[in-house]
């Protein structure tokens, strides 16, 4: 069950340092490269320790499933993004595939 929260805890933080990369200005603002270089580090030591458990082809899936879905949806509040309508259908079929590809994992073990 751990492996489940080291791998919650590599999308938190993946999704934190994306969000702050237009705070960067391309790594010329030093405070939130340093930050967004931190989380990305501290993200794959989280996946690393996920994978000793979880297969690497569900750790990556919900990592990136996750990470799009999360990132989508902050920016349209935190950044005044738009999602029309085809975004939205994307992210549910984003969920639905880490969903299924999680679930056959559980089902076939």
Do not use: D
């Not at 938190?12 to 931190?38: Q, W």
């Not at 005044?80 to 994307?90: A, C, D, K, N, T």
């Not at 639905?96 to 590809?101: K, Y």
């Amino acid at each position: 069950m751990s492996c489940y929260l080291y791998l919650a805890g590599a999308i938190i933080c993946e999704v934190v340092g994306t969000l702050l990369l237009p705070y960067s200005k391309n790594f010329t603002k030093v405070y939130p490269s340093v930050l967004l270089v931190i989380c990305y580090m501290v993200a794959f030591v989280f996946l690393s320790f996920a994978v000793r458990n979880i297969p690497l082809t569900i750790v990556y899936a919900t990592w990136c499933g996750g990470g799009i879905f999360l990132v989508s949806v902050v920016s349209y509040f935190l950044f005044g993004q738009s999602l029309p309508w085809q975004g939205i259908v994307g992210l549910v079929l984003i969920v639905a595939g880490v969903t299924l590809v999680n679930g056959f994992k559980a089902s076939s073990s």
